[in-house]
């Protein structure tokens, strides 16, 4: 990928995550469940490598798997509940993600 394609698609997930990040803090959650709840929620990208706020499989996902994340999410939303469901067990997002990779599901 493009640095620049990589650096567009970071920044607008930045946004995306900012945004919800925003909404919780406005609904009076504190700052560290606001951010858990972005992280439970929101799939994070940039440099897998990078532990700084993250350890082991919550740790961020490279950018160049958002389009196909993305798919997945789209066609596993078709059941709302059963997603979250799933998606419960884990501590993030990311979490999930990767346990859905290692079984060949994305």
Known sequence: MHPL??????????TTRLTTY?????????????????RKFHPMFGNPE?????????????????DRINKWVEKNMSNAQAFKDRLSHFSTMN???????????I
């Open 95 to 105: 979490s999930f993600i990767r346990a859905e990779i290692k079984v060949g599901d």
């Open 5 to 14: 394609e990589r650096c567009m698609l970071e920044v607008d997930d930045e």
């Open 50 to 66: 990078d532990t700084q706020h993250a350890q082991g499989d919550d740790r961020p996902l490279p950018v160049e798997l958002k």
């Open 22 to 38: 925003m909404h919780h803090s406005e609904l009076g959650m504190s700052s560290e469940n606001a951010a858990k709840e972005v």
